[in-house]
């Protein structure tokens, strides 16, 4: 069964420096996610995005986030400069379509730990 | 999305069945009921939806109110890999404040399966 994949599993960073944390969505998937998900909390929505355009975005994803779809298959999330609260799991999801009888398939995630 | 509430969390033995509650008292006529869940250290995975007649798949079956109030997950014969948390998600496609397909999760149901 085809599967969402991101990279890598785990990633440490310094505050403030860049981060890309990457996604291969499931091939014929047209819209696609970021969540998040600090230790002990809920699953956050980040963005969707479809037709390389961001659909929606949370309160959380302010400008110092960033989606991209640079070529047929990756989907990546951008933190320009990373703080403390940034540390989290990171999952992407995508879905044939967005109406609500379509489920989302979501990778494993990426747990991002800024020091 | 409308407000769903479950309970936090609930235990269950082995190769017995499993009834997951989620009461939506304010669900609309349009609200799709999906459950996902959550095994440790895993992203969300679909389980299941409906609207309003019962369904079935490999995975589990739902059970939904006649007035719709209310569901409930049903898993026929737990297995310890089925310890995870349970997320019930309503989804409206015709939410007036546009929709792009998110998921909203709550703190979902913690299942414990004991051998």
């Known amino acids: 069964e085809p599967e969402v994949t991101q990279t890598p599993s785990h990633q440490v960073t310094q505050m403030g420096q860049e981060v890309i944390l990457r996604c291969v969505p499931i091939s014929n998937h047209l819209y696609f996610y970021w969540y998040r998900q600090i230790l002990g909390q809920k699953v956050e929505f980040l963005v969707s995005?479809?037709?390389?355009?961001?659909?929606?975005k949370s309160e959380i994803f302010d400008d110092q986030f960033s989606v991209e779809r640079p070529d047929g298959s990756n989907f990546t999330l951008k933190i320009r400069s990373t703080k403390l609260e940034d540390s989290a799991m990171y999952f992407c999801?995508?879905?044939?379509?967005?109406?609500?009888?379509?489920?989302?398939?979501f990778g494993d995630g990426t747990r991002l730990s800024i020091l | 999305d409308a407000k769903t509430t479950q309970p936090n969390s609930m235990e269950s033995n082995e190769e017995e069945p499993v009834h997951l509650p989620c009461n939506h008292s304010t669900i609309s006529g349009t609200d799709y009921i999906h459950w996902y869940r959550q095994l440790p250290s895993q992203g969300p995975e679909y389980v299941i939806h409906?609207?309003?007649s019962n369904v079935n798949n490999r995975m589990a079956s739902l059970a939904i109110a006649e007035d719709r109030k209310s569901s409930t997950l049903i898993l026929h014969r737990a297995t310890l890999r089925d310890a995870a948390v349970y997320y019930c998600?309503?989804?409206?496609?015709?939410?007036?404040?546009?929709?792009?397909?998110?998921?909203?999760f709550g703190q979902g149901t913690t299942l414990q399966v004991k051998p």
């Open positions: 995005f479809y037709n390389n355009e961001i659909s929606e």
């Open positions: 409906g609207l309003t």
């Open positions: 999801a995508s879905s044939v379509g967005r109406v609500s009888n379509q489920p989302q398939h």
């Open positions: 998600i309503l989804r409206d496609d015709h939410d007036p404040s546009g929709n792009t397909g998110k998921l909203i």
